[in-house]
């Protein structure tokens, strides 16, 4: 059973970083796509990024894009997301996902409904 803990949020100001970190315990060769999605108040979850477990070929939204990096340690089970020039519109809860489709390369990496297994989430708040 795959299970997911994301950590590394925080309140910073815009302009600075955070690191989130998402330790996955019990992932599999099936777990093709791991990705970073977030929710702000009243808004819908958006994915931000995403990675491919099996080739390293990683995605992003173009609201991250030059600013966000994912990255995975597939020895640790451990997938980052580092974030630098935070802007405002930034602030939302951040949710590590996991999805054993092996076909999201074609854009579905952002559908959130293509993600099996989801963690708890970590707030992310930054002030202007």
């Known amino acids: 059973q795959l299970q997911l803990v994301e950590s590394g949020g925080g309140s910073v100001q815009a302009g600075g970083s955070l690191r989130l970190t998402c330790e996955a315990s019990?992932?599999?060769?099936?777990?093709?796509?791991m990705a970073w999605f977030r929710r702000a108040p009243g808004k819908q979850r958006e994915g931000v990024a995403a990675?491919?477990?099996?080739?390293?070929?990683?995605y992003y939204a173009d609201s991250v894009k030059g600013r966000f990096i994912i990255s995975r340690d597939s020895r640790k089970n451990l997938m980052w997301l580092q974030m630098d020039s935070l802007k405002s519109e930034d602030s939302a809860m951040y949710y590590c996902?996991?999805?054993?489709?092996?076909?999201?390369?074609?854009?579905?990496?952002?559908?959130?409904?293509?993600?099996?297994?989801w963690g708890q989430g970590t707030q992310v708040t930054v002030s202007s």
């Open positions: 019990g992932i599999t060769a099936s777990h093709y796509y």
């Open positions: 990675i491919s477990t099996t080739s390293g070929i990683t």
């Open positions: 996902a996991a999805s054993t489709d092996r076909r999201l390369f074609n854009g579905g990496w952002i559908i959130s409904t293509n993600y099996n297994t």
